[in-house]
């Protein structure tokens, strides 16, 4: 194949996929809203139930159900009739996905779905099939024809299936009202968990820079020379008066010959932006891309706390 049958096939591969979910969102109607109710209003978890590529798209499901507020848990159908079927309470619903729905593994492991369960939901794509007939809710997801060229590998058929689980997670997601703060709880360790909980005493610096605002200006230069920030808060009376940074002493440098007289009260930055240690780290960043600046003075109850660093939150995936 040249270069330009490749992308040629490849687009025709994606157009067909593209074309069986408009299939798929013309014929949601009554079924995919009891689905839903039935989930929704389910005392235990949802169950989801496969075998082969379907197994494959239930685990991707069960992820991001248990991600968005939905307990589930993913179901192997050889491994049901083999002894797991003890993981279905009665009080669970179960939803079984297979595309033909008439595998000898789905055939026989459907009356046993039914009866351990609350309710059964069956996603196939062929509405005559045994899944379909013992279900309590079918949720169908024929397609018209596969991506793949000999058009036998499930392509089509699955992202059908991955489709109409986000669906269903999405509509789940919204009557429960989940919402940014409860997304956060399952998603802790991520970049995503951190933007949406972390607070700023957490990356606070190690250094405390600071120096009084009468301080002569050698005990400045050292201070800002001691922080690798570059930079030093001025304070008087226990109240923040502002901030010197290796910029402004570069600045009076160049402006004076005789600098033996100054103090940090003359060359510092008055009125310096700060944060409260408990404000969540994303605002932080967002007062340090917004001003250009480099570091945050950070308070205790209107106090110097200490300092927090842009690159620190760069590093650890705060946006």
Known sequence: MNTKEILSLAKESIEIEISELQHLQNRLGDSFIKAVEIISHAKGKLIVVGIGKSAHVGNKIVATLNSTGTPAQFLHASEAIHGDLGLIQKQDVVLCISNSGNSPEIANLVPYLKEY???????????????????????????????CPIKLAPTSSTTVQMALGDALAVCLMEIKGFRENDFAKFHPGGSLGKNLTSRVEQFLSSQKPQVDQNAGIREVIISVSASTHGITVVTHDGKITGVVTDGDLRRMLMKNNDISHITAADIMSPNPKTIEKSALAKDAMKILKANSIGQLVVTDQGKYFGIIDLHRLLEEGIN
């Open 117 to 147: 369960s609350a309710a059964l939901i069956g996603m196939t794509g062929n509405m005559q099939s045994k899944l379909a007939a013992q279900s309590n809710v079918v949720l169908n997801t024929h397609v018209e024809k596969e991506a």
